[in-house]
């Protein structure tokens, strides 16, 4: 009798064992790594809209995510194999760049999951997450015709590839909807990766762009984006004297707009003031030079392109055992791109500005506009 009452504690204990364990692995949850791009996590852009996409993921629970940013390209495909090596149920790299690291290391472990952001994998176990950034820029392009004071705009493109170009294509076209008069001045930074973390450069070019008479400029450059935002800081306006020849002030949209006693005094006279467009994250607050969002903001709007919401929606089909290999493509209709209004640029941007632009957004949707890629 006891010898039956101790067998029973011991399968008790057993199964109560059994319970805690299965427990502890069900929240656990799925293991995420995420190999970032040129520029690092926190670049404002890009690699950060990942990183805040794998977050929310976290927050959601049941998900654990480790990082690797590499100091060199070269090491992105061992950081990528260390989360294979280890098990991890999903691994997502940052960038085209990344794309034969992802593809190597996936076809090593066909059983594990991988993505990649901004390019095509021909791996079968990689879903391969990639945007229409021509939707996006066009909207912001359209408005950068419409407010333009000089119908001079500038484009800064980071390293010059053809993703880049999907950006200039579309924010050009976008600029001529608006304005089929405008003349957009193009420059990139370079034609290696470096060409992503090298606002020294940007600024520069920001420079000779502002001396042709650009008053808003676009950046699609990654982290040398900061030296566009600088410059514009720096600067803050255009001045009639120093416009080139050729080039005058033809409209004054932003004059009721409250600024800054710092604008006042740097842009007394006849002076109209710079604005730079965001790019993949929100940056509209980084044109707030003086800290009060109710005066001037340099920061025009910007060129949202979800990541984040991409990273988020991968994860989760990880999770919930719906993960699909291939092709995977977001635009204006899937929420994939935008442009962003919020406290910094409301005043900047008019209710009959975003009623245009929506009018516009709507049209692409349905695919009366059609918008250029290169």
Not at 88 to 96: E, H, P
Not at 194 to 202: E, F, I, R, V
Not at 208 to 234: E, N, W
Request: aromatic share 8%; net charge positive; charged share 20%.
């Amino acid at each position: 009798m006891n010898l039956s009452r101790t067998a029973l504690t011991l399968s008790l204990l057993a199964l109560s064992s059994l319970s805690i364990g299965s427990m502890a692995a069900a929240q656990s949850g799925i293991r995420v790594g995420l190999a970032y791009d040129a520029g690092g996590k926190f670049d404002k852009s890009f690699n950060q809209s990942a990183y805040e996409g794998s977050q929310r993921a976290v927050k959601a629970g049941g998900v654990s995510v480790k990082d690797f940013e590499p100091s060199d390209p070269s090491q992105t495909v061992q950081g990528i194999r260390g989360f294979a090596k280890d098990g991890f149920d999903l691994t997502i790299a940052v960038g085209f760049a990344n794309n034969a690291s992802i593809t190597q290391v996936a076809k090593e472990n066909p059983d594990l999951a991988f993505g990649l952001v901004d390019d095509v994998s021909d791996a079968k176990n990689v879903q391969s997450m990639t945007f229409k950034e021509q939707e996006g820029s066009f909207l912001v392009g359209y408005l950068a015709g419409l407010n333009s004071s000089t119908s001079v705009l500038g484009f800064i493109g980071g390293q010059d590839v053809p993703l880049i170009h999907k950006f200039e294509a579309g924010y050009i076209a976008g600029a001529k909807a608006a304005n089929p008069k405008i003349k957009i001045v193009s420059q990139y930074v370079g034609t290696t990766p470096d060409a992503w973390n090298n606002p020294g450069k940007a600024k520069e070019i920001a420079a000779s762009m502002r001396a042709k008479g650009a008053d808003i400029i676009f950046a699609a450059a990654g982290a040398s984006g900061k030296g566009l935002q600088d410059y514009i800081k720096q600067q803050q306006c255009l001045k009639a004297a120093q416009l080139p020849k050729g080039v005058t002030f033809q409209s004054d949209n932003f004059k009721a707009v409250p600024k800054a006693a710092s604008y006042t005094s740097a842009c007394a006279g006849n002076t109209r003031p710079m604005f730079f467009i965001g790019v993949d994250s929100n940056q509209n607050y980084l044109g707030d030079f003086d800290g009060n969002p109710k005066t001037l903001n340099h920061g025009l709007t910007s060129m949202t392109k979800r990541v984040d919401n991409a990273v988020y929606a991968l994860i989760m089909d990880v999770k919930t055992d719906k993960f699909k290999g291939g092709s995977r493509v977001f635009g204006l209709k899937d929420g994939g791109v935008g442009y962003s209004v919020d406290e910094f640029n409301r005043a900047l941007i008019s209710s009959a500005q975003v009623a245009k632009v929506e009018a516009i957004k709507a049209k692409i949707i349905s695919g009366a506009i059609k918008v250029p890629s290169q």
